[in-house]
């Protein structure tokens, strides 16, 4: 896919972008693989960046309500955390990762509207702080919903970026262990494959318990629900 072809796909799913705008995705992907080379950041080939790394991180953006603070939990070198900032200007995006790696090529190709966090999840301590919380496959499903939920602000959208296999792990979940309760699945395919996503869509409706999260040794330990479909 080139910078055309992501426009256009761009398009279907509701983004029109501007030249400028394809300029700096243009630029991000020569900084990510040229860093690649000695940083080893990601294992996407350069020819699959616009669509596994650019278009798979936007394809859930219809379901961030304009204006919204989005906390991308485990970015990596910055999806779905950089796209969307780019894309969306009127979003306030936070990239958090514990890889100081990760964070430090983010830093190097910044936005005004994202911001980094160089911290584990489950020792950050923010509650509250956020409309929309996401992620993409940062860990077993039920460890992210526990990482995810203390962030979250009460009637804001959890959507971790997952994979149609673990439907119904997502709605058998104890959503309400997190104050979190289930209200849709989105399914979406990148254009041009056979490749299919699942977002679900969780809504935080009371304050998450003091307790979660828990420190990582616990989560592993006794995870809130099964941690792979069957």
């Not at 990510?32 to 699959?48: F, G, I, S």
């Not at 616009?50 to 219809?62: A, E, K, M």
């Not at 779905?80 to 964070?103: E, F």
Request: charged content about 25%; overall charge negative.
């Amino acid at each position: 896919m080139d910078r055309e072809r992501f426009g256009e796909a761009c398009l279907s799913i509701g983004l029109k972008l501007s030249d400028e705008q394809l300029a700096s995705f243009e630029s991000f992907e020569e900084n990510l693989y040229r860093a690649n080379e000695v940083m080893n950041l990601t294992r996407v080939p350069q020819e699959e960046c616009w669509l596994r790394h650019f278009l798979d991180s936007l394809l859930f953006q219809d379901l961030i309500p304009v204006g919204a603070s989005v906390l991308d939990i485990g970015t990596g070198p910055g999806f779905p955390a950089w796209p969307l900032a780019r894309a969306r200007p009127d979003l306030q995006v936070t990239a958090l990762d514990s890889g100081g790696k990760m964070l430090g090529f983010l830093r190097r190709n910044p936005l005004p509207n994202l911001q980094t966090a160089l911290v584990r999840a489950e020792e950050w301590g923010v509650r509250d702080e956020f409309d929309v919380v996401t992620g993409r496959a940062v860990a077993p499903l039920t460890i992210q919903l526990e990482l995810s939920a203390p962030a979250l602000k009460i009637g804001g959208k959890l959507i971790p970026m997952r994979t149609p296999m673990e439907e119904e792990l997502v709605r058998s979940f104890p959503a309400a262990k997190l104050g979190l309760a289930f209200r849709e699945v989105h399914r979406r395919e990148l254009p041009g494959t056979d490749v299919e996503r699942l977002f679900a869509v969780f809504e935080k409706v009371s304050p998450t318990p003091d307790e979660f999260p828990r420190t990582w040794a616990e989560i592993k330990r006794r995870p809130l629900g099964p941690t792979s479909a069957t």
